[in-house]
């Protein structure tokens, strides 16, 4: 299923009954974020209304001048493209929620995202590619130009990120050096870096660092070489903090100790962090897991097993 016929009100309650309830969690001022596979098209209309994702990923594939999603080249379908399912639709929903009232003459400032309770929420769309990055990034930034000229996406402005309903995030192949050097005064796709890799005194200052004039950012941090200029996301394989996390029953306190240092070094860099690939199995050590990294302040659970994040307690701590 795709975004089409979306009920943007069922989308916005369900995300409201979340909040209520406490199973979505305020961490550092923002939401806890469940990122929702783009490639599960078969649950995904229904998971995004039900569960109030406020990230979604898709894996793309550059054939034949066009983006095809899915998980791998097999389940690549002619009608399953990136246009059809995600980006068309968001113009789409943007479109119908921004129009002006019909009652009363107060003219819409073209903002609303895609949450009517939280208008200025932007949602995340990951774009994973598994093609060559140069001509995949180009052929995205091609079929951005909708949202782009709508003035729908999230943006660094030489000096500062402006963020707007849609924000693009881009991982796998993507290259980072070509999003790094690409215009320095409007720069609208924003990379997944390497949260593992995040050196502890720094990482290395670019020749493309923003100037030292920004009023949002300070200096420090954007002389990191991943710095909210060029990133958005900060992520990493959960068993890579570990490779013993995923044979024992329980979460180490050095453990947790290693990925709390993680989360921090994302912090200091302006980006958001993220662990993908927490263990299906057994139940008890995945559900510690989430309920550690919320702990420590991660800003997005990797969520495959949507059901089981909706339902489950794992997330209620005093």
Not at 156 to 183: K, L
Request: charged share 25%; proline share 4%; net charge negative.
């Amino acid at each position: 299923m795709t975004l089409d016929s979306i009920d943007l009100e069922r989308i916005d309650q369900s995300l409201w009954t979340f909040l209520e309830q406490g199973k979505m969690h305020k961490v550092e001022e923002d939401w806890a974020e469940f990122v929702l596979k783009g490639h599960q098209e078969q649950n995904f209309h229904d998971d995004l209304e039900t569960s109030g994702c406020i990230s979604v990923e898709a894996d793309v594939w550059l054939f034949d001048d066009d983006f095809f999603v899915g998980h791998s080249v097999k389940s690549l379908t002619p009608r399953s493209t990136l246009k059809t399912m995600y980006l068309n639709p968001l113009h789409r929903i943007l479109e119908a929620a921004n129009r002006d009232p019909v009652i009363g003459s107060v003219a819409s400032d073209g903002k609303q995202g895609v949450f009517a309770t939280d208008s200025a929420q932007t949602l995340v769309l990951l774009v994973d590619f598994k093609t060559n990055g140069p001509e995949t990034y180009l052929k995205l930034h091609e079929q951005l130009e909708g949202l782009r000229n709508a003035g729908w996406l999230t943006h660094w402005n030489g000096t500062n990120r402006v963020e707007r309903p849609i924000t693009i995030v881009v991982s796998g192949n993507a290259p980072f050096d070509v999003i790094a050097n690409s215009n320095t005064t409007y720069r609208d796709v924003f990379y997944d870096a390497p949260l593992t890799a995040l050196e502890a005194d720094g990482d290395p200052v670019t020749n493309t660092s923003p100037a030292a004039t920004s009023s949002d950012w300070d200096i420090g941090v954007l002389r990191y070489k991943y710095n909210p200029s060029n990133s958005w996301y900060a992520s990493s394989n959960v068993k890579a903090v570990d490779r013993s996390i995923s044979f024992w029953f329980a979460v180490t306190p050095d453990q947790i100790e290693e990925l709390a240092q993680h989360i921090r070094k994302a912090e200091t860099r302006g980006l958001r962090s993220r662990y993908w690939g927490t263990p299906r199995w057994p139940r008890s050590l995945r559900d510690q897991i989430w309920q550690v990294l919320l702990q420590q302040g991660a800003s997005v659970l990797n969520v495959d097993d949507l059901r089981a994040a909706r339902k489950g307690s794992w997330g209620r701590w005093t």
